[in-house]
T-cell receptor, first 117, second 113 residues
Framework: DVKVTQSSRYLVKRTGEKVFLECVQD?????MFWYRQDPGLGLRLIYF???????EKGDIPEGYSVSREKKERFSLILESASTNQTSMYLC????????????????FGPGTRLTVL | RKEVEQDPGPFNVPEGATVAFNCTYS??????FFWYRQDCRKEPKLLMS???SGNEDGRFTAQLNRASQYISLLIRDSKLSDSATYLC??????????????FGKGTLLTVNP
């Protein structure tokens, strides 16, 4: 079974703090993703990575950065946390789609509920 | 038109009912389609992929209409345990670097005893 773990289930930080959210997957997946999920807005992609040291912006990258130094680990960084970054953060991983028909199923971690005061 | 659009519900149905969810997508180049399920305070999990020919998994049937850019999920004989949010998910690429899935906002289903 694929396992995606996130470093914390709940996190409370203060405005202006630097926040690190860690995600680890154990299935040797090339692709990893960070989303945030807010009521009424659904899942929104922040950043994704398709290989070590590679990253691409998603739909809402502002205020975030990422790091992928090892294949199994993808970190989301809030350089200076703000109250509008209070949200549920979900990490996911998947295999690459090399040919049509490949499964691009994403497997999610349990999420980190971040509150910024 | 939003990339992936679903009726948000909520759908409240009695046990044993048949319920159908619909989803439309805007990009005609979309290649793969899924339904995910998300329980309250849990992460999304794949329920089933959706194929052009339609596919069935027990009480669940998914259909795709490429001409109308429309996906559906039918749940027969609803169980209490089917209560969840159902997410329609689309991928517009089939290779290269396009790994992004686009998620609908979800449809909330509550099955009542």
């Amino acid at each position: 079974d694929v396992k995606v773990t996130q470093s914390s289930r709940y996190l409370v930080k203060r405005t202006g703090e630097k926040v690190f959210l860690e995600c680890v997957q154990d299935m040797d997946h090339e692709n990893m993703f960070w989303y945030r999920q807010d009521p009424g807005l659904g899942l929104r992609l922040i950043y994704f990575s398709y290989d070590v040291k590679m990253k691409e912006k998603g739909d809402i990258p502002e205020g975030y950065s990422v790091s992928r130094e090892k294949k199994e680990r993808f970190s989301l960084i809030l350089e200076s946390a703000s109250t509008n970054q209070t949200s549920m953060y979900l990490c996911a991983s998947s295999l690459p789609v090399r040919v049509a028909g490949d499964q691009d199923t994403q497997y999610f971690g349990p999420g980190t509920r971040l509150t910024v005061l | 038109r939003k990339e992936v659009e679903q009726d948000p519900g909520p759908f409240n149905v009695p046990e044993g009912a048949t319920v159908a969810f619909n989803c439309t997508y805007s990009n005609s180049a979309s290649q793969s389609f899924f339904w995910y399920r998300q329980d309250c305070r849990k992460e999304p999990k794949l329920l089933m992929s959706v194929y052009s020919s339609g596919n069935e998994d027990g009480r669940f049937t998914a259909q795709l209409n490429r001409a109308s850019q429309y996906i559906s999920l039918l749940i027969r004989d609803s169980k209490l345990s089917d209560s969840a949010t159902y997410l329609c998910v689309v991928n517009i690429g089939s290779g290269g670097s396009n790994y992004k899935l686009t998620f609908g906002k979800g449809t909330l289903l509550t099955v009542n005893p």
